[in-house]
């Protein structure tokens, strides 16, 4: 078993920046592939950003593109999402996922095996 815990989320004005971190803990992370996605409130979960398992892929959503940068520190188990410019269409419940099966990053979601909780990030305008 994986367990994934986000954190760093919060209120942000137009233009501001916040800084995600996901902490994985249970078994070895540093093999998988991680990916961020986020749920707006009656919206379907949709793809952020993913990463590969050394870092040295990524993946973005075209509605972040140039914005967020996806990061990973295998020694610590950690994943980060650095959200700048954020816009309150951005405002949703941010979820980092494992996929078990697989090393290089993906955008679909039910290839991903292990979820976090999700960290709430609000945009104002």
């Known amino acids: 078993q994986v367990q994934l815990v986000e954190s760093g989320g919060g209120l942000v004005q137009l233009g501001g920046s916040l800084n995600l971190f996901c902490v994985a803990s249970?078994?070895?992370?540093?093999?998988?592939?991680i990916g961020w996605f986020c749920q707006a409130p009656g919206q379907e979960r949709e793809f952020v950003a993913a990463i590969n398992w050394g870092g040295g892929s990524t993946a973005y959503a075209d509605s972040v593109k140039g914005r967020f940068t996806i990061s990973r520190d295998n020694p610590k188990n950690t994943v980060y999402l650095q959200m700048n410019s954020l816009k309150p269409e951005d405002t949703a419940v941010y979820y980092c996922?494992?996929?078990?099966?697989?090393?290089?990053?993906?955008?679909?979601?039910?290839?991903?095996?292990?979820w976090g909780q999700g960290t709430q990030v609000t945009v104002s305008s």
């Open positions: 996922a494992l996929d078990w099966s697989r090393s290089e990053a993906t955008v679909l979601r039910y290839e991903y095996d292990y």
């Open positions: 249970g078994r070895t992370f540093t093999n998988h592939a």
